[in-house]
């Protein structure tokens, strides 16, 4: 009798982590297949490092594509690359006087100094692409630290890869930067969406095992303060307690129960106001039947501030 086929486990489903960012990824992805390079703009804990994860995969499918972690200082960024360009196939690092020498060791014994480096590395990547192959795609996760001694060493990279580099925002105004933003196209991060938010709000909170006293009033909170930024968001979720978060008056303020507590107000209020009006129409027409003027008076204001209260009763009491 043959052995029963081993159960194959279910496939555990993958939790979604990522949100929003549609538009931009496109925007990405658009640029690279043309072979342009682009520069991502926005402020700390917008999602830039977390958007360039996420398209890496689908980088990957048009080009080669490697990450480099920072700009500078610029020496460690040319052996950061030239380690990530050696992993892929086909791509030969030039130099090899010394064939005992791993490859990256023998291009850095042959090459002293950023400018040979760098130029090494263009000659490799321009005889890579040679015989058709797409160019790669490098991403940069912080390239804050451009300046301009680096500019003429980029655009060269820029004409034999395709870059993607993230910024914040003050970047772009430093001096001298100016030919190599002209070589890139502009993708800037805005916060997420008000329902993006509360979705990674909701992710975060099963991520972190939150447990809160008002699940709607915590996550309510949250999302006003992180204002759409995401490790605005990750950051008050993770490190800053659920008290802190949510004082004692804001339990028990999610929607239902304002809802509720506003109906009950505004029933509450309704008989009061009913009977004030009363009493001021009563104390208008018996003013004027005995002729006393600031008994009629009285009256008439009596009714014009039930006048204006009511419509504001009327929101009081409506659901939105
Ligand atoms: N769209 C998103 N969906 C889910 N999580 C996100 C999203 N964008 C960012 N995050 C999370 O927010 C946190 C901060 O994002 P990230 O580090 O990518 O910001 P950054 O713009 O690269 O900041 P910095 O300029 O400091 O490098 C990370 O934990 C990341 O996983
Ligand atoms: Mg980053």
């Known amino acids: 009798m043959s052995a029963p086929a081993p159960t194959v486990p279910p496939p555990v489903p993958i939790p979604e982590t990522f949100f929003g960012r549609q538009s931009e990824g496109r925007a990405v992805i658009l640029s690279a297949r043309a072979g342009r390079s682009v520069v991502l703009v ?14 890496a995969p689908a980088l990957e499918q048009l080009a080669a594509t490697v990450t480099v972690p920072k700009v500078a200082p610029f020496g ?20 090899s006087k010394h064939p005992d020498k791993k490859p990256l060791d023998a291009w850095k014994s042959a090459h002293k100094g950023t400018d040979a480096r760098a130029r090494s590395l263009v000659a490799a990547l321009r005889e890579y692409t040679q015989g058709g192959t797409a160019a790669p795609v490098v991403l940069v996760d912080d390239c804050t630290g451009i300046t301009q001694s680096m500019v003429p060493h980029m655009l060269a990279l820029a004409e034999v890869c395709s870059l993607v580099v993230a910024v914040q925002p003050d970047t772009m105004r430093k001096a001298g930067l100016s030919r190599f933003w002209g070589k890139c196209d502009r993708v800037d991060l805005n916060p997420l969406d008000r ?3 509360r979705e990674l709000v909701d992710a975060l ?22 204002e759409g930024i995401p490790g ?5 979720v993770r490190y800053v307690s659920t008290h802190d978060l949510v004082k004692p008056s804001d339990i028990g303020s999610s ?10 107000r505004g029933i509450a209020l309704a008989p009061v106001l009913l009977v004030l009006s009363g009493v001021a129409m009563i104390t208008k027409y018996v003013g004027l039947a005995r002729g006393e003027m600031d008994m009629y008076l009285m009256g008439g204001v009596g009714i014009a ?3 204006v209260a009511l419509p504001f009763l009327r929101k009081l009491v409506m659901v939105r």
Do not use: H, W
């Open 42 to 55: 926005a402020p700390t804990g917008y999602g830039k490092s977390a958007l360039l994860r996420e398209l």
């Open 76 to 95: 460690t960024f040319l052996v950061d690359l030239a380690e990530q360009l050696a992993a892929v196939p086909d791509f030969r690092l030039p130099e």
């Open 195 to 197: 329902a993006e938010a």
């Open 305 to 307: 501030v039930s006048m």
């Open 255 to 264: 929607f239902a129960q304002q809802a509720a507590q506003r109906e009950e």
């Open 232 to 236: 605005e968001a990750e950051r008050l």
């Open 205 to 226: 909170t099963v991520k972190y095992n939150i447990v809160a006293e008002d699940m709607g009033a915590y996550k309510n909170r949250v999302l006003s303060l992180a």
